[in-house]
């Protein structure tokens, strides 16, 4: 009996302090939305957009229409950006793989800005799909930290 009074208070203590670790841990979380977390860095998230180019009958997307695109869509809601041409590939569900030009273009925003950058950024990926005939924009999204050296 007092071998099993023992085992259940050793487990009883075991979950006692399982839930002080599990409610520090979710607290620690609600102490700032941007949390600075040493000499400078702050968090952050990294997004990479993949615009794919080729329009098929139609052609490519070339460079004015995607600067028209990213002024109109993409600018007005980020701090800056940095844009790069790339080569892809892709395996379309027949099996075929494609080869096409892309733009890729990389934002990176602080945590504390919410999701409102982040709703931008897909809307700016549909319409794009949407106005220059892509089947999909790939959207990555990574958590990061990042500071400006001065």
Avoid at 10 to 25: A, E, Q, Y
Avoid at 80 to 92: F, S
Avoid at 136 to 147: A, D
């Amino acid at each position: 009996m007092n071998g099993n009074k023992r085992l259940l208070g050793s487990v009883i203590g075991h979950t006692v302090l399982m839930c002080v670790v599990v409610t520090m841990g979710m607290m620690s979380g609600c102490v700032s939305d941007r949390e600075v977390v040493g000499d400078g860095w702050i968090e952050a998230y990294r997004v990479d957009l993949y615009f794919g180019r080729d329009m098929g009958n139609e052609g490519e997307v070339d460079e004015d229409a995607f600067e028209r695109f990213i002024d109109e869509y993409v600018t007005p809601h980020v701090g800056g950006m940095t844009i790069y041409k790339a080569e892809g590939r892709y395996r379309l569900s027949s099996g075929e793989v494609i080869e096409e030009g892309s733009y890729v273009v990389t934002v990176l925003y602080r945590k504390d800005e919410g999701e409102v950058v982040m709703d931008a950024l897909k809307k700016a990926a549909s319409d794009y799909a949407e106005r220059f005939e892509q089947e999909s924009v790939l959207i990555e999204r990574k958590p990061t930290t990042m500071r400006f050296a001065e």
